[in-house]
């Protein structure tokens, strides 16, 4: 995933929502992956596992006993988590290794006001370039597939159907340097929302999915703008910090 491939799909690919799926007998948090882009395929895996809560933020990432979950060696296990270190997603510590990002209501802040920056913009420029329902429909898409994540009680596919919708609107704005920026964060919003999980009704959050695109279609910029404003503004009162202790106290 690549600044400049701005036209790549912005969800978490299928292979990395089942590459976290339950595995049974078999003793792994992650099944095998496929060599094709094994490393994408690895960093992605990390990341959808920090969704479900497998890894938590300053967890320890070991790349051996990521490498034996995933059925492939360490070397690309290696370059997935230094790719991911330079997203911001890993961090490196001498004589401590690897671990998961950290996590504060102060950083949280922080990212989701850049998020919402951009996002708001891409919101005008969909209404000024007077995109239709028909350019909407991978946003479209992303809102069903995030319906049917809830109806299968698929905790990652929802928080990939989510990262899809968004980064979706951001790629409908047809601002190319707007797309890359957001798909840039798009790993930290995954690890983020993963947390989040359950701060608000899902059912409720895709019904603002497609209110939103409906009003995006009408080109109504004022209506389209406060219905961003008022669906994202759940993580200001969201405990991330009490959110993670609460998932560290349930391992023990």
């Not at 089942?18 to 078999?26: E, F, N, V």
Request: hydrophobic content about 50%.
């Amino acid at each position: 995933m690549t600044v400049a491939g701005v036209a790549a799909d912005v969800t978490l690919p299928t292979t990395a929502m089942r590459a976290l799926s339950p595995t049974g007998d078999s003793g792994r948090r992650m099944a095998p992956v496929q060599p094709r882009t094994m490393v994408e395929q690895a960093a992605e895996a990390v990341v959808t596992a920090a969704a479900r809560g497998v890894f938590l933020p300053g967890d320890r990432l070991v790349e051996a006993e990521i490498a034996r979950d995933l059925g492939i060696s360490r070397v690309p296990v290696r370059e997935a988590l230094r790719l991911l270190e330079s997203q911001g997603i890993v961090v490196s510590t001498p004589y401590k290794g690897m671990r998961l990002m950290l996590v504060t209501n102060r950083g949280v802040a922080d990212l989701s006001r850049v998020r919402a920056a951009l996002e708001m913009l891409a919101v005008r420029d969909v209404v000024a370039n007077r995109i239709d329902e028909e350019g909407l429909a991978v946003a479209r898409q992303a809102a069903v597939a995030y319906g049917r994540a809830i109806a299968e009680q698929d905790h990652a596919g929802i928080v990939a159907a989510d990262v899809a919708f968004h980064g979706a609107l951001a790629q409908a704005s047809g601002n190319a340097v707007l797309h890359a920026l957001w798909h840039g964060l798009s790993r930290q919003l995954t690890v983020v929302w993963g947390l989040g999980q359950g701060a608000r009704a899902p059912e409720l959050i895709v019904g603002e999915h497609h209110a939103l695109l409906d009003l995006l279609a009408k080109g109504d910029l004022a209506g389209a703008q406060a219905a961003l404003d008022s669906h994202i503004r759940w993580h200001e009162t969201f405990d991330f910090e009490a959110a993670i202790a609460a998932r560290r106290q349930k391992r023990r």
